[in-house]
């Protein structure tokens, strides 16, 4: 697809472009738009199926920790379940638990999108009309004011004391005066005053714009579209996490390997066969496995972590996922 300069361009340029007319679109160009463009939207990514998320809950090191010190437990002592049993208990209730609480994170924020769907009041035919976000089209004549959230990347062609509030997308602190006069193409995005984009909102006045790009295309869209294909950074919880099962399984291990060595060399030359005292001291030492790993610590972290998630909620903040409460 080509990409046009659409700030560097005078207004009647950018119509000729487009194809477009002050008078708005007819039906037979929507039509034909709405087939080449699609729909004025972000793409969504795929949603992740209930089984791998609720398989996710056990995506810790903490957790290979115990679920390891359980199945080797089990295997050297099977006559005795008990450990294993209530270390695999404390893991699935964790794993239900911290689901249903994303869960109910994600039912939330789908309930928000649907709320926040948006109309614009656009130039069609000739007449005007008030249309859901998702048709506009490039090509559109659209109209803003006051408090509106610019519903795709527009080309100013009528300014009346308009300021802009893009620090959504730029970061700048402070609204933006906005005029229709073209820029240089080399012009940061920050400082084409002849051009809103999608995301950004008007703080003051009032203005006409025609529709020059529309959903992924959008600069809000590319902005998403690296977003998506950057991998997810891990929290300072889970990194702590990391560490903390890392140290926990090393020294387990050393106890372990110290405890079965200094027995072996004890018993060397004593009566009971070496076999034997090995395989008892194996024991023993998995039981210190099993004992140096806090198996009540996932299950209080995950209180601990959704009471967060409740008291974010009641300051009308949606917390998607749960070990990002830490984070906040």
């Known amino acids: 697809m080509v990409q046009h300069e659409w700030h560097s361009l005078g207004s009647d340029e950018v119509l000729t472009v487009l194809d477009a007319s002050p008078n708005g679109l007819t039906q037979a160009e929507i039509s034909a738009r709405v087939k080449k463009y699609g729909p004025n939207q972000l793409e969504q990514p795929e949603p992740t199926s209930a089984i791998l998320r609720f398989l996710a809950q056990y995506n810790d090191p903490l957790n290979y920790l115990l679920i390891a010190a359980a199945l080797v437990a089990l295997a050297v002592n099977p006559d005795h379940p008990g450990d294993a049993i209530f270390i695999f208990i404390v893991l699935t209730a964790n794993a239900f638990f911290g689901f249903w609480q994303e869960g109910q994170a994600e039912q939330a924020m789908d309930a928000l999108k649907e709320m926040s769907i948006s109309n614009s009041i656009t130039l069609r035919d000739g007449f005007e009309s008030e249309i859901p976000t998702t ?194």
């Not at 933006?176 to 995301?199: F, H, P, Q, W």
């Not at 106890?255 to 060595?261: I, P």
């Not at 090995?278 to 601990?304: D, S």
């Open 135 to 328: 048709d506009l089209v490039p090509g559109d004549i659209v109209k803003l004011e006051e408090g509106i959230n610019v519903p795709a990347d527009i080309r100013l062609l009528e300014v009346y004391q308009c300021r802009v509030d893009e620090s959504a997308l730029t970061g700048e602190s402070e609204p933006i005066t906005k005029n229709v006069d073209s820029v240089e193409i080399a012009t940061l995005v920050s400082d084409r005053r002849n051009m809103l984009y999608m995301g950004t909102t008007v703080s003051t006045g009032r203005a006409v714009g025609v529709v020059v790009e529309t959903g992924m295309q959008t600069q809000l869209g590319r902005i998403a579209s690296d977003i998506s294909d950057a991998q997810t950074p891990k929290t300072p919880l889970e990194l702590k996490l990391e560490s903390l099962g890392r140290f926990l399984g090393f020294i387990a291990l050393i106890v372990a390997v110290l405890l079965v060595s200094i027995k072996l060399i004890l018993a060397y030359g004593g009566e009971d066969p070496l076999r034997d005292v090995a395989i008892k001291q194996f024991i023993t030492a998995i039981a210190i496995f099993v004992a140096i790993v806090p198996e009540g610590l996932p299950i209080i972290l995950v209180i601990t972590l959704a009471l967060g998630m409740r008291n974010m909620a009641r300051h009308k903040a949606i917390i998607r996922r749960m070990k990002a409460v830490e984070t906040l």
